[in-house]
């Protein structure tokens, strides 16, 4: 069976730090252009975040460029995102998605979330 | 960055009525446009994808079209578990460089 599982959201103050994480089961990680969305309380989707599949190359939304960093553990599957100086602004859920394979990369396969409130 | 412009922001419809959604974008995606449904508390689901193609499992009642600048979500007869929020979201030489969304359409009770 096909999941994603994200975990490692909370209540935390602004300028604090967390870590993400995404384990997948029945889908190689490494295999796809991985990617972290997001989407704040009551508001629309917005992309964070993807690593490649292939050399590891990232990139970020510039809304969190400088402070946001994605990675990847293949031996375990997993993705992460680590988030140094949160602001109000970051507060969402956020997702993990696979985009399916080239050329159609929309995301078919989502997690169901884990909360970061960034809050003093 | 492409901008994604959906209407109308809320679409009231009747069960078993056509529901018609619409996206824009700010400039050419080709058919790299993917229709996704959110309803509360879920993640989003993949609908659509290259424009006029179902994902899996999606029912016939759901279809895309359009090409460029100009596309359109249709639900042919609105069922009860039809009534979500959908987005639209644009891929287009990704990667590298950023993914857009546009801000949704709520498709409720009428």
């Known amino acids: 069976q096909v999941r994603l599982v994200e975990s490692g959201g909370g209540l935390v103050k602004p300028g604090g730090s967390l870590r993400l994480s995404c384990a997948a089961s029945?889908?190689?990680?490494?295999?796809?252009?991985m990617s972290w969305i997001r989407q704040a309380p009551g508001k629309g989707l917005e992309w964070v975040s993807y690593?490649?599949?292939?050399?590891?190359?990232?990139y970020y939304a510039d809304a969190v460029k400088g402070r946001f960093t994605i990675s990847r553990d293949n031996a375990k599957n997993s993705l992460y995102l680590q988030m140094n100086s949160l602001r109000a602004e970051d507060t969402a859920m956020y997702y993990c998605a696979r985009p399916g394979a080239y050329p159609d990369y929309a995301f078919d396969i989502w997690g169901q979330g884990t909360m970061v409130t960034v809050s003093s | 960055e492409i901008v994604m412009t959906q209407s109308p922001a809320t679409l009231s419809v009747s069960p078993g009525e056509r529901a018609t959604l619409s996206c824009r974008a700010s400039?050419?995606?080709?058919?790299?446009l993917a229709w996704y449904q959110q309803k509360p508390g879920q993640a989003p689901r993949l609908l659509i994808y290259?424009?006029?193609t179902r994902a899996t499992g999606i029912p016939a009642r759901f279809s895309g079209s359009g090409s460029g600048t100009e596309f359109t979500l249709t639900i042919s007869s609105l069922q009860s578990e039809d009534f979500a929020i959908y987005y639209c979201?644009?891929?287009?030489?990704?990667?590298?460089?950023?993914?857009?969304f546009g801000g949704g359409t709520k498709v409720d009770f009428k």
């Open positions: 690593i490649s599949y292939s050399d590891g190359t990232t």
């Open positions: 400039q050419s995606v080709s058919s790299d």
């Open positions: 290259a424009a006029s």
């Open positions: 979201q644009q891929y287009h030489n990704w990667p590298p460089g950023s993914l857009t």
């Open positions: 029945g889908i190689t990680l490494s295999d796809s252009y």
